[in-house]
């Protein structure tokens, strides 16, 4: 059984890796509101101040208790959590110092949604990246290993086809964009547009936008996208948020970048860009194969 000082020790690191606590109260049992002061976390008097800042679900709790057991093996398992239950995000008072040696960091600030302008030209950086930089070199990287193969001269036959049948380069392309996008925003929470723009995705909650959301909002941006974009604009003007439909229906908000992030997040956008940018080129070359073979 861990002692307050492990659990703590342990809440700091995760804290730290997920910017927040989550807790749970069972289906039936009074729910606090927001802005309560909490006098223990999950069975632990606290050592700072602590309040209930946001909802949270019972998705976010299980990758938390992971987290804690990742951080502490020896602890096993436990505290599966209700489905069923209601969670909230809480957040500890920053202006204080740190307890028993561990500081814990507040949950970031600066959760505004970002309006329509900012986040269709990172739509276009990224649009111009994959279809104008990336398809080429993947177009010219499979010409030269077909003319390599062929001895100098790719077969009459294949250029033919090449001719004829665009429409499996289309599709691919499609997915490789939304494989592009939903990689990029689940790594780190951005693409190449939106880090130049300085926009970040990110959950409701103020944790990193997860997989199954990046998966949901993306597939909502060809809802948005229709007329032009006007679906989109019409939704993020009617919210305060600027949340278009993807982002109401994956629980998700544009954001801008806080100032003076941790080194820790631009190694995760290198690292996201560089799987989505591989990801993105591996459907184009499999388009490029498609029709060769169609």
Same mark, same amino acid.
């Given at each position: ?206 944790? #990193?936008?997860? $997989? ?5 909002? !993306?597939? %909502?941006? *060809? =809802?948005?996208? @229709?007329?032009? +974009? /006007? ?23 544009? #954001?801008?970048? $806080? ?5 820790? !997040?631009? %190694?995760? *956008? =290198?690292?996201? @860009?560089?799987? +989505? /940018? ?17």
């Amino acid at each position: 059984m861990q002692s307050a000082d492990e659990f703590w020790s342990a809440a700091s690191e995760v804290v730290s890796e997920r910017g927040h606590l989550v807790i749970g109260f069972s289906e039936g049992s009074e729910q606090p509101e927001l802005g309560t002061t909490l006098e223990n976390v999950l069975g632990f008097k606290p050592r700072r101040p602590l309040t209930i800042v946001g909802n949270a679900d019972w998705t976010d709790w299980t990758e938390q208790v992971e987290t804690f057991y990742r951080i502490r093996p020896t602890w096993g398992r436990g505290k599966i959590g209700d489905p069923n239950g209601r969670y909230y995000r809480v957040e500890f008072a920053a202006d204080l110092p740190s307890f028993s040696g561990y500081a814990l960091q507040s949950v970031p600030e600066g959760l505004a949604g970002q309006p329509f302008w900012p986040r269709a030209a990172a739509r276009i950086v990224d649009y111009i990246l994959l279809n104008f930089v990336l398809v080429r070199m993947a177009g010219a990287l499979f010409r030269f290993v077909l003319t390599t193969a062929a001895g100098g001269r790719p077969p009459l036959w294949v250029l033919v086809r090449f001719s004829q049948h665009r429409l499996p380069l289309f599709f691919a392309g499609i997915c490789g964009y939304f494989a592009y996008q939903t990689i990029c925003t689940s790594v780190h929470g951005s693409t190449l547009g939106k880090r130049l723009l300085s926009l970040q995705v990110i959950q409701d909650d103020g944790s #990193r936008c997860r $997989p199954r959301s990046a998966i949901i909002r !993306e597939l %909502g941006f *060809f =809802v948005d996208s @229709l007329f032009f +974009g /006007v679906v989109g604009y019409a939704a993020m003007s009617a919210n305060e948020e600027h949340k278009r439909q993807g982002d109401r229906w994956a629980d998700t908000i544009v #954001r801008k970048i $806080p100032k003076g992030s941790p080194e820790s !997040e631009a %190694g995760r *956008f =290198v690292l996201g @860009l560089a799987i +989505g /940018v591989m990801a993105d080129m591996a459907f184009v070359i499999a388009g490029l194969l498609i029709m060769m073979l169609y």
